[in-house]
Every structure is written in structure tokens, then in C-alpha cells.
């Protein structure tokens, strides 16, 4: 059964909800119970094998391990997109590309969160085998690693001497700041085993006393009173019931955490008024102006037998506003049941500027909200894309002894780097501020990509892990009274 009572509550076992239950239950005398929506598993032996197996991402249609959201690109264009639901989040069901935030990036957050501020965090984070030294960890929970050059996927290695041949440099490591080029991916992979957040910083501290963990179960809002997070409402039965906190911490990711907020009564007036819920706060910057990665698929046919079983992704090309993605192998081959048999070739917009949101159902706001990108509102976004299509497009035809690049053909979509739903900031739109508490609610923090200002320019994993992690160390500890309660252990 559930604890009446915790410390602190975290909403979302995903990528960063993992870390952050974690570390904060570093401290003994803290208790901290995870609420998790989605399956989980309390050990890498009883891990299902397709959570664990790097070179394939199980979430296609029907998938138990993903949760499946409406979204518009474009105003004219309707698709759906999938997210993990389940312990560790999409870090456990994604491409493990473990690529940091650049120094730029981060030049457009709170200045406590500078590069150099948040260097440290970047390392205590991980273990790179390939790069010690100043820059990079040696003893963090997270393995990073590159795939050797001699060890290639054949798409991979043709791509980065076609990238060579047209003048881009070689970047030896895309972890460090630098200039932009052609190189290896980091990869949270050991042993061809996708060693995700929740197996790397959750599992291993199960067995301490005060941390709960529970699976399954739904969290309906967080209750407020007198402008203060007191309690969560969970799912129980056909009602629900109430666990109280001296703290919450929502980490259920850049779609659900804003839609929590304002399941709970915290969010944009107009919109709360709109779906018939109560207003606790104004927070007229939840679930708007959010940013993500548009990504172009462009398909083409092998001119003979590739390999599978590797990585989906071991190398990219960054330009000052482009990824360029060879991927290794049709999606189809790595996501189960998406149905994709000719590869792609990926073309993403890393800096783009325009800005979506969300849209809760008026006649059921519990349901999946549409995910309203607005892909390519702004005209530089459109010429930016349209340039990275040109060079692509270019490079597979250079690569004449494996890419058959007649009848090439175009698709947009995205990179599911969603960011900035509940951004953190100081101005009249922010919702957290730079210690992730949401401005004007006492007891009541914010931990996940939602919070970012904006998307980084490479793919947000990496950098989601250092800001959970520096959280969960340092930056709560001021906000929750000390009360050691009573372990009580839910099965998983």
C-alpha cells in the first residue's frame, strides 16, 4: 500500500524523475515516494529484453512501454508521437544519444546554470570511456561511449567520409565545446545493453528504507492550499486518494507536467477557464511557447545489404543550425510495428524558432493533449530546413556505393526533444524559476525538459540527466523539513 505521508513526492519516473528520487533519497533521514504511471522493473535481470537491447526503441503502435499523443506539425498536418511510459521514461526506450547542451545553449538559461556552472554536474553524471580528463566523467552512474571507428555501420562510415570529402571537420568529441563538424555520437550504451536513467541511478538504490517506489499508478493533481503544495491526488479504485507532502517534485516529463499544473488549478487563466478548472495560481506561460527539433526524413534504397543490430544513430553532422542523421537502418528494423521499410536520412533544425503548445480536451482534460508544434511558422525555419535538404540530399548522392538516391522523398516530422512547456525563468512568462520551483507556489519544484528555456541545439537527454541530477543534490534541500516516516514497499 501507499504511505500517507512522504517528504517528498515525485510525480514521474522517467529520465529525470529517476535521478531526482534518487539522489535526494542520498539523505536517510529524507523519505521521497515515486509515483510512476507506466510498468516498471526493480532489477536489470527482470528488465524486459527490448528495454534493454540499444539497438531497438520498442515504441510502436501498441507498445506497453509508450504512451501516444495527438499532434499537428503544421496547422494543416495531423500525426501522433510517442513517449515513454514507464520506469526511466523515453531514457529508457530512445536511441541513447547522450549528447551535452553547448555553451550557447545554456547562455540562454539563468546564469547559475552557465557552462562552466554546470560543468561539474555534467560529469558527475557520467562515465565516458573514451575521453577522460577535465571534461568528462570517470566514476558517474551513466556510461558513455563512442563506436570505434573500425566498428562502423556501413552507413555511418560512408557518411562520415562523404561529410569529409565536402569540407566538414572531423570532431573527435561532441561532448566538448568546439566547433561544429562530423562525428561519433556519445551513446549510454555498455555491452549493447541502453543503460537509461532508472537502471543506472534508480535501480541500484531500491533497497534503501526511505524510498518508495509504485508503478501503475496515476496521479490525478496536486493539491494547494493557502499557495502551498500539501498533497498529491492519486488514482485508487474507482476514486482516488490523498498522500500528503512537505514537497513535490513533478517530473512527468514536457507533455505531462504542464498538464498537471493545470490539472491542478495552475496555469494560463483564459485556458483553465476554458476547460472548467478551478484556478489555484496564473501562470500564464504553462504548456505555451514551447520548442522543439522539426526533423525531415528524407527516404531513399540501398543499393545492397546493410547490417542490423546496431545502433540507430553512430554519427551526425552539426552545422551552425542543422543535425544531418544517417541513420543505420530503416526504422521499421528498429522500432517494432512502425512499418518504415526504406531507410531515411534525417534533417533537423536545431535552433528553430517558432513555438508550439498545448491543447487540453475541453470535454476530458485527463486525456492525451494535442501537442500543437507549429513547425516552420517562422520563415528563417523554412529556409533553414530547406537548405539542409539541398546538402543532404547532396551528400546520398555521393554516397553512390551504398545510397540509391533517385526518387528521393521528404516527410516532416520531429525528433521528440519537447522542451520548454513550463520554462524556467524570471520574466512574466516563466513558470519555474532558477531553482525549478514554480513562482508562486511554496513546496511545489518542476524537473524535466519542460523547464528548459528553450531546446538545446543537440538532442536534450544528456543535459536533462545533468539538470535532474543537480537538483536532486543541491538545489531542493532548502525547501522540504526534515520527518523520516516509515518505509512502506508497494510491489513494483
Known sequence: MLPAHADVVVVGGGSCGSV?????????DRSVLLLEEGP??????????????????PVGPGSRWAATFPARPTPETGTTVSRGRLLGGSGAVNGAYFVRARPGDLAHWPASWSYDEVLADFRAVETDTDFPGDLHGSDGPVPVARVPWDRLHPVSAAF???AVSAGFATVDDLNAPGPDGVGRVPLNIRDGMRVGPALAYLLPVL????????????????????????????????????ITADHVVVCAGAVR??????????????????IGITLQHNLSGVGRDFTDHPEVAIGYRYRRDVPTGSPLLETVLHTGTLELRPYTVPFGAAIPGSGVADPVFGVVLTRPRSR?????????????????????????????LREGVRLASNMLAAMTDLVDASGLTTTLGTSLHLSGTCRMGDDEGAVVDERCRVRGIDGLSVVDTSVFPEVPSRGPHATA???????????????????HTRRFTPPV
Do not use: C
Open 20 to 28: 531526482v528520487a534518487a539522489r535526494i533519497s542520498d539523505d536517510p
Open 465 to 483: 540527466v545533468m539538470l535532474a541530477h543537480r537538483f536532486g543534490v543541491s538545489l531542493w534541500r532548502s525547501e522540504a523539513p526534515r520527518r
Open 257 to 274: 507536467s504542464p498538464q498537471l499544473l493545470m490539472l491542478s488549478g495552475i496555469g494560463p487563466a483564459d485556458e483553465l477557464r476554458r
Open 207 to 242: 533497497h534503501r528504507p526511505n524510498l518508495t517506489v509504485t508503478t501503475g499508478t496515476e496521479v490525478l493533481r496536486v493539491v494547494v492550499a493557502n499557495g502551498r503544495a500539501v498533497a498529491v491526488k492519486v488514482a485508487e479504485g474507482t476514486g482516488a486518494r490523498t
Open 356 to 384: 508550439g503548445r498545448i491543447v487540453l480536451d475541453r470535454a476530458d482534460p485527463r486525456s492525451a493533449p494535442v501537442l500543437d508544434y507549429r513547425y516552420l511558422g517562422h520563415p528563417q525555419d523554412r529556409a533553414d
Open 160 to 162: 562520415h567520409r562523404t
Open 40 to 57: 516498471g522493473y526493480r532489477s536489470v535481470a527482470d528488465t524486459p529484453r527490448e528495454i534493454l537491447d540499444a539497438a531497438t526503441i
